[in-house]
């Protein structure tokens, strides 16, 4: 087994799914539906809508007007999904949808298909209603600001959310990775609090305030014996979405 410092050197992809955590998606995921267009997420929301487990059957998700991005949606976009399998990292490039049907001459009716391949996530993403809480002009860079986005989103509506140092790790993709015989095959990133706020942190919530719906800022609560921060509480707030455009396109 590599030592701490190779590990740390040789970092697996921070867009391996943790299966333990619920927030979580491949970052490859994330950002690629973060490029979709407005057409294109309809398209893609209502056949996700329909899609249920084990099914390989074509998904009906409209008429002709359909058609082009239910074709881009096919050809234009990649997925990059990693996950681990024992102590590797399997890569895998595919694309949102396997297959386009159309039915019909005079009326065509268009159909879709999801590869059986990636069923869990298509039915994560249907079970937590991920696609249809995203803002339509999301563009955020950072993979941390991804991450922090997603999860804070959840809680907008309670306007608050403690959560452990531990858990802020597993939503930033910064915590160690284990085998299944639970030995460390990945060192956490950034071990110091100070590092991990500067680097990761305080620059997804930036981002998130400058370009998205909501305002986020931080307070540093529980500490141990040995004064290590231990407990953060996040007040979440939604600003208008005037001021998210605005913001947005400042920056762009």
């Known amino acids: 087994m590599a030592t701490a410092k190779n590990s740390i050197q040789s970092r697996l992809p921070d867009s391996i799914i943790d299966k333990g955590l619920e927030e979580s998606?491949?970052?490859g995921v994330q950002k690629s539906y973060s490029l979709l267009t407005e057409p294109e997420r309809a398209v893609l929301n209502c056949a996700l809508d329909k899609y249920r487990a084990g099914q390989s059957e074509p998904i009906l998700v409209g008429g002709q007007k359909v058609l082009k991005p239910a074709l881009r949606l096919a050809i234009n976009y990649r997925l990059v999904i990693e996950e681990i399998k024992?102590?590797?990292v399997i890569?895998?490039?595919t694309?949102?949808?396997d297959s386009v049907q159309v039915s019909g001459a005079e009326s065509p009716e268009v159909y879709l298909t999801f590869s059986p391949r990636f069923e869990h996530i298509w039915l994560e993403l249907k079970k937590r209603g991920y696609l249809s809480d995203r803002p339509t002009k999301l563009r955020l860079r950072s993979q941390y600001s991804l991450r922090l986005y997603n999860w804070a989103?959840?809680?907008?509506?309670v306007g608050s959310k403690r959560v452990s140092l531990d858990r802020l790790r597993k939503v930033l993709g910064?915590?160690?990775i284990r085998d299944a015989e639970g030995n460390t095959i990945q060192e956490a990133p950034l071990p110091v609090w100070a590092n991990l706020r500067q680097r990761a942190l305080d620059t997804a919530i930036t981002e998130i305030n400058k370009k998205t719906d909501l305002r986020i800022s931080l307070e540093e609560l529980g500490r141990s014996h040995h004064r290590r921060i231990t407990t953060l509480m996040f007040d979440i707030k939604v600003q208008s979405a005037e001021n998210g455009r605005k913001k947005g396109s400042d920056l762009d």
């Open 25 to 27: 998606l491949p970052i």
């Open 95 to 97: 694309r949102w949808v």
């Open 153 to 157: 989103r959840r809680y907008a509506s």
């Open 86 to 88: 024992g102590s590797q």
């Open 91 to 93: 890569t895998s490039y």
């Open 174 to 176: 910064l915590e160690s």
